[in-house]
């Protein structure tokens, strides 16, 4: 059976409520054709865990830069992001936070002593009055351009509490930046130096992929990212069918 064939066979299995199915075909699909965008977008709509389902949108992005859908669920996510962080947190949700010892990047702020909780209250505040108008914008933009935190602060400060959640095993999705650190392909400091330029083209308003930051830094060569992409890719995937 083609890969169109088997395509559609997912698509049938997931519209009939059998999303498990149809995500087993999505996998062996991308296994063989690691490019077929399609596949990649319904595998992000069958995936329960946000970190995922990022992933296989951000991977969409490193295929076709432009794509409308993946930009869309992207920013979907973000905004789903943002209502989770203002939303006050239901009992459950609360005890689990409190036992995984798991916190959000502003109360890992001011934990760390990075801002002030008065600083952290008027960042929200505009976070959430920015968001109301139809803008997303993330903390720790409103931090930056307040200039409360540094973009080096930031972006050590997302490391630190990433490595928390890993130890508290939530959250260990493995980004390519850091399998590209792992795999001794690039430094920890060449790692957070494209992040902050990233972050610095995104509020000039471009937007561009870690690995294509990495290639046109001369950091690594396109043979190595795309080596890296499909091994990660790999990875990913057995993730997916453990999950």
Do not use: N
């Given at each position: 059976?083609?890969?169109?064939?088997?395509?559609?066979?997912?698509?049938?299995?997931?519209?009939?409520?059998?999303?498990?199915?149809g995500r087993t075909i999505l996998v062996s699909i991308l296994r063989e054709a690691p490019t077929y965008v399609p596949a990649w977008l319904w595998l992000?709509?069958?995936l329960d865990d946000p970190a995922k389902r990022r992933e296989c949108l951000e991977r969409v992005l490193a295929i076709d830069p432009h794509n409308a859908a993946a930009l869309h669920g992207l920013e979907v996510l973000?905004?789903?992001?943002?209502?989770?962080?203002?939303?006050?947190?239901?009992?459950?949700?609360?005890?689990?936070?409190?036992e995984a010892k798991v916190q959000r990047l502003g109360?890992?702020?001011?934990?760390?002593?990075m801002i002030t909780q008065q600083q952290l209250d008027a960042a929200l505040r505009e976070q959430q009055q920015e968001t109301r108008y139809g803008r997303m914008v993330p903390l720790g933009d409103i931090?930056?351009?307040?200039?409360?935190?540094?973009?080096?602060?930031?972006?050590?400060?997302?490391e630190l509490q990433k490595?928390?959640?890993?130890?508290?095993?939530?959250?260990s999705t493995e980004r390519l930046g850091e399998y590209?650190?792992?795999q001794y392909i690039i430094s920890e400091r060449q790692l957070e130096e494209v992040i902050a330029r990233q972050a610095a083209l995104k509020r000039q308003g471009q937007s561009f992929q870690l690995g294509e930051l990495l290639v046109l830094s001369g950091m690594i060569s396109r043979q190595q990212l795309q080596r890296a992409i499909d091994e990660h890719q790999q990875q990913f995937m057995r993730q997916i069918d453990n999950s």
């Open positions: 059976m083609d890969t169109q064939s088997r395509f559609a066979q997912a698509r049938a299995a997931i519209a009939a409520g059998r999303r498990d199915e992000s709509g069958v973000d905004m789903q992001s943002v209502a989770d962080s203002a939303r006050e947190p239901t009992a459950a949700e609360a005890a689990a936070h409190q109360e890992y702020l001011v934990q760390q002593r931090l930056l351009r307040r200039r409360w935190l540094t973009l080096q602060a930031l972006t050590r400060a997302l490595e928390d959640r890993v130890k508290a095993g939530v959250g590209l650190v792992k």
